[in-house]
């Protein structure tokens, strides 16, 4: 009796166990997959704004360019230099690529479409990007190249002092929200365009955004690549698979601070005509890929756009104008809150 | 909010407006920090008696924290006086914002009725001391003092930590008063009830400067620039008495058969360090370092009674304690500053070169031995009288013989001072002149010292009076 | 057994973690075990049902503290043979004294295993949390600010120190310049050679 009892406990287990892998799968394939399009496409941009016409040779307009890339990457030799820490070295690449991965398991496609619907999602979201520096520093440690040292710690001050000003963002989103987890975080935000929290925390939506950018290292913020100056940073002794990994991580972070941008400030899977268009109104993934597509964009642009910072301008302008900046609003936002202000609070 | 909150409440504001004050007119630091310590002693005094437990005693005042805060606030008041010439050099702002937080925290200390503010209020001021002792950034002997002092009360503070965890464990609460009932119950595990105490009894002695958890106070004393050793040796020695009061005194009321045996152990080594460690010492504030461990043993002696009369005993000795420091270390600043010496062979001739400190010091150094009439006599008295109370006969007695043998030294400085011929850095040293102010809050030290000592009735009264009720009936 | 599996699982880690910590000669490692530590007493709160603790404690302590803990260890140069004979030298001392505490504080704690502590309530409990703090423990929490506003006030201290003679950029005074203080237009007569003094005659021309 036990014995079936507990084999079918067993079976219960592993059938969860393989629809929670499905699942998975199912939320890292297409990740994957919009990363190898995302360099297509950044090549494509950046190329069409300095009047160039980017990667056109490998299928039909280069649509086929990643696959190449991928394989060039992966059939390539993976170098370790002679007295780096060899251990260290290797595993750098995946404490980079997992937390960017990992992330998605509380981010909502659609209403109640998380890997895992939690409480303190939002939480979460927090502890894993903040997790994301350990594989740059390691790698910059591990690789015993000063040129890939310096960018480690450029990189970690950087992302330190980027965080305190991205938690005080997300305080904004909480307070307006009353909630920690995603899903209700969206649902908050229901009720047409005029609802989304970017009106009413349109600074505190700005700075999540440039914190975000200088999070992933994507320029103006790429001081720990920083190519005129420390050569490649922190991957500059990585070949092959390894520099594949960081390539991926960089990307798949870049995706979900587009897709943690449109959640949290932009009404996520919510369309923009809700209530007033019949069909254009109705909620969907599709809502959300177009919000997350245009963030994306933005980070394109950027890149086209600004030169970029010194590293003390850096550093100042998370210290001393994001901080005050975010804590400014958010005591604002204690009395529109106290006084209820407008469609939000 | 209760009125009794007032006074820290003002003290932690003060705290911020020095901080601005620092920023903008430097010059205003220090007359705003007495301005606003003399305005808390005032409140205290004036809300003092408006006692009660708010919040499941995480604040408490009762007559004892009524007693002691305005002490504290006095207290903190000289040790800034008297150090203000020397640290007049350093960022003013930080270093009277780094004070009033330290004395936040020994306010907030005494008025917890809670393992948490305890905690928090011990923290503050320890904290506080630390950053005050390094604040001196060309001082390489600071900076040294200073991690000494960090590490081990880092080290300490995690010890009594453990206490609290386990305390909390084997009760299940952080109200001290609901932990001494719940550990005189019958339902309290002996075994973890020792390993508690003892964690938290280790901590506490670190913090009290006890022997054998003594070895940084010597080092820290005679690392620290004197202004940060007297304002380290005064007023945070009675909170940490009061740390021990309220954590074991009232929250393991219950459980004197464990931790008495424990106190007469390190009132005896500390009373024995104290003496003999400070005899061969050259350098006056380590003297006054080992004389420090040597007091806290005698303030355990009452402590360890258990009763509302030995901690009377005890509180009346910490507060004589405090002024005799006070006194002494005001000296050993000026000295300092006129002749950038802190040997005690260059006392020598002190009488000659200024009468008035050589009797401040005469007077205080007697004191600290037990000479009577002076205050450190009737102090040792009464703590004996509690020792003996509490049955501990032998251990009075050895006290008083330890105390014979650190007569000896306390003697030796008011040789050196009188009778021997004024060296080099005495002789040569060029005329500073002591800011009035200081000399007549010195003279008011010392007229204490004798005057107290003459007439402690008062003093003693208010000890015993403040002790009343401190206690659960049993 | 199995349903405690995770338990035992994390405090296995944990344990392992805080060994490496102890025992690791190289710092940079040492750093690193306890990050796995810190993530190891996180799995074991989330376990228990502290899932604002486990995620504060992964945020604070891995991502910012532990952070900066490695940068310093990695910028100091560490003599590892140094500490790696100070340490073989202290170990019997130190593990005889570890084993001993440990067992005078399980033969003395065995006794309270059962009965005492509290369950933490279930599902979420950050609301819960927030509350209580912003209540009933609303004066400690205001103690700890004042920590945090000393621990500023002591680091900074501590560690500022304004040099002399360093050339740093002022954005508010750069914002402020105008054109008058950059640029000086000079009348010079038309038949001058180049790249000599100027002339007396030369006129300073008001803009």
Redesign the interface.
């Known amino acids: 009796m036990t014995m079936a009892l507990s084999g079918q406990y067993m079976t219960n287990g592993l059938l969860a166990a393989g629809v929670l892998l499905l699942k998975v799968l199912a939320v890292i394939m297409p990740i994957t997959v919009v990363v190898a399009y995302l360099t297509y496409v950044e090549r494509k941009v950046i190329g069409y704004m300095q009047r160039r016409i980017g990667p056109h040779r490998v299928g039909y307009r280069g649509l086929l360019q990643p696959f190449a890339d991928v394989f060039k990457l992966l059939l390539k030799e993976v170098l370790v230099p002679a007295s780096a820490n060899r251990f260290?070295f290797l595993t750098a690449p995946f404490l980079a690529l997992v937390p960017a991965l990992a992330t998605w398991a509380v981010v909502p496609f659609w209403r109640g479409a998380a890997l895992a619907n939690?409480?303190?999602g939002l939480?979460?979201v927090?502890?894993m990007t903040?997790?994301t520096?350990?594989g740059i520093?390691?790698a910059g440690?591990s690789s015993n190249s000063k040129y890939a040292?310096l960018g480690?710690?450029r990189s970690?001050?950087q992302?330190?002092a980027y965080?305190i000003a991205m938690?005080f963002a997300l305080v904004g989103v909480i307070m307006a929200s009353n909630s920690?987890n995603l899903d209700r975080i969206v649902v908050a935000q229901a009720g047409g365009l005029h609802h989304w929290y970017i009106w009413p925390l349109l600074p505190l939506a700005v700075v999540y955004f440039i914190c975000g950018v200088a999070e992933t290292n994507r320029a103006p913020f790429d001081v720990a690549e920083g190519e005129s100056e420390i050569v490649a940073g922190f991957h500059v002794e990585y070949s092959g698979a390894g520099f594949a990994l960081f390539f991926l991580a960089e990307y798949a972070n870049m995706i979900l601070i587009s897709a943690l941008v449109s959640i949290f400030f932009v009404g996520g899977w919510l369309s923009p005509f809700e209530g007033l268009v019949p069909i254009l109104g109705k909620p969907g993934l599709h809502w959300l890929a177009l919000k997350m597509a245009f963030f994306l964009f933005c980070f394109l642009w950027f890149r086209a756009t600004f030169p970029r910072y010194r590293y003390?301008?850096i550093m100042?302008l998370g210290w001393k104008v994001f901080i005050p900046l975010t804590l400014l609003w958010i005591g604002l936002e204690c009395v529109w809150k106290a006084v209820g202000f407008g469609p939000w609070f | 909010m209760p009125l009794a909150m007032s006074g820290l409440i003002l003290v932690a504001l003060a705290a911020c407006a020095v901080l601005l004050l620092g920023l903008f007119r430097p010059q205003l630091a220090y007359p705003a920090t007495q301005v606003f310590l003399a305005a808390a002693v005032v409140v205290e005094l004036m809300t003092g008696t408006s006692s009660g437990h708010w919040w499941g005693g995480l604040f408490v005042q009762d007559a004892f924290a009524a007693f002691i805060k305005p002490v504290l606030l006095v207290v903190s008041m000289a040790v800034f006086l008297y150090g203000r010439p020397m640290v007049s050099r350093w960022p003013q702002g930080e270093y009277y914002t780094l004070g009033l937080l330290a004395v936040a925290g020994m306010l907030i200390l005494t008025s917890a009725g809670h393992l948490l503010t305890l905690f928090l209020g011990l923290e503050l001021m320890s904290l506080a001391l630390y950053a005050m002792v390094a604040l001196d950034r060309d001082n390489d002997m600071a900076s040294e003092a200073a991690m000494k002092y960090f590490m081990l009360g880092g080290l300490s503070s995690g010890m009594l930590l453990y206490g609290f965890s386990l305390l909390y464990g084997i009760t299940g609460t952080m109200n001290l008063q609901a932990m001494a009932l719940a550990l005189g119950g019958a339902g309290a595990p002996g075994s973890a009830v020792v390993v508690a105490l003892t964690f938290a009894l280790a901590g506490t002695a670190f913090k009290l400067g006890v022997a054998p958890f003594h070895m940084w106070l010597p080092d820290v004393y005679e690392g620290s620039p004197a202004a940060v050793t007297l304002f380290v040796g005064a007023a945070p020695k009675v909170a940490a008495l009061v740390l021990l009061a309220r954590l074991v005194g009232q929250g393991a009321q219950a459980n004197l058969a464990i931790w008495q045996p424990a106190l007469m152990v390190l009132a005896l080594v500390s009373m024995a360090v104290g003496s003999f460690g400070a005899l061969w010492q050259q350098n006056i504030k380590r003297l006054l370092a080992y004389s420090a461990i040597a007091h806290m043993g005698f303030v355990l002696l009452g402590a360890l009674a258990g009763s509302e009369a030995g901690y009377g005993a005890s509180i009346f000795y910490m507060t004589s304690y405090a002024v005799m420091s006070t006194a002494a270390f005001g000296v050993v600043l000026v000295v300092c500053q006129m002749a950038q010496t802190e040997r005690i062979a260059d006392y020598a001739g002190l009488a000659e070169r200024s009468p008035w400190l050589a009797a401040v010091m005469m007077l205080t150094m007697f004191s600290l031995a037990g000479v009577p009439p002076l205050l450190g006599f009737m102090a040792k008295l009464e703590v004996i009288r509690a020792a003996v109370g509490a049955g501990a006969v032998r251990l009075a007695v050895l006290a008083v013989l330890l105390s014979v043998v650190a007569a000896f030294y306390y003697l030796r400085v008011v040789k050196v001072m009188y009778m021997d011929a004024p060296t080099v850095a005495l002789g040569r040293s060029p005329d500073v002149t002591v800011p009035a102010d200081i000399k007549l809050v010195l003279g008011l030290n010392g007229a204490m010292i004798l005057l107290l000592g003459m007439m402690p009735g008062h003093v003693l009264h208010w000890c015993q009076q403040a002790l009343r009720g401190f206690l659960l009936p049993s | 057994m199995l349903p405690a599996l995770p338990f035992y699982l994390a405090s296995a880690f944990l344990i392992g973690a805080s060994l490496g910590v102890v025992g690791s000669r190289n710092p940079?490692y040492a750093a690193?075990f306890l990050?796995l530590a810190f993530v190891s007493a996180a799995v074991l709160w989330l376990l228990a049902g502290a899932?604002?603790l486990a995620?504060?404690l992964?945020?604070v302590y891995?991502?910012?503290v532990m952070?900066?803990f490695?940068?310093v260890v990695?910028?100091i140069d560490v003599r590892l043979a140094v500490l790696h004979r100070s340490f073989v030298r202290y170990l019997p001392l130190g593990v005889l004294v570890a084993v001993a505490m440990m067992v005078q504080i399980i033969a003395a704690l065995r006794g309270l295993a059962q009965g005492a502590g509290h369950a933490f309530p279930e599902?979420?409990n950050?609301e819960a949390l927030g509350t209580l703090i912003y209540t009933r423990f609303l004066y400690p929490f205001e103690i700890a600010g004042l920590i945090l506003l000393l621990a500023i006030v002591a680091a900074i201290a501590l560690t500022l120190r304004r040099r002399e003679g360093t050339r740093?950029?002022d954005?508010g005074r750069q914002v402020l310049v105008r054109k008058q203080d950059r640029l000086r237009l000079w009348r010079l007569p038309p038949h001058q050679a180049s790249g000599e003094q100027l002339p007396a005659s030369a006129q300073r021309e008001d803009t």
Do not use: C, K, N
């Open positions: 260290l939690v409480d303190a939480l979460y927090l502890a903040s997790m520096v350990y520093i390691l440690w040292l480690a710690m970690a001050a992302m330190v965080e938690g920690l003390d301008q100042r | 940079v690193l990050v899932e604002f995620m504060a992964v945020v891995v991502g910012a952070v900066l490695l940068f990695m910028m599902g979420g950050t740093h950029q954005p």
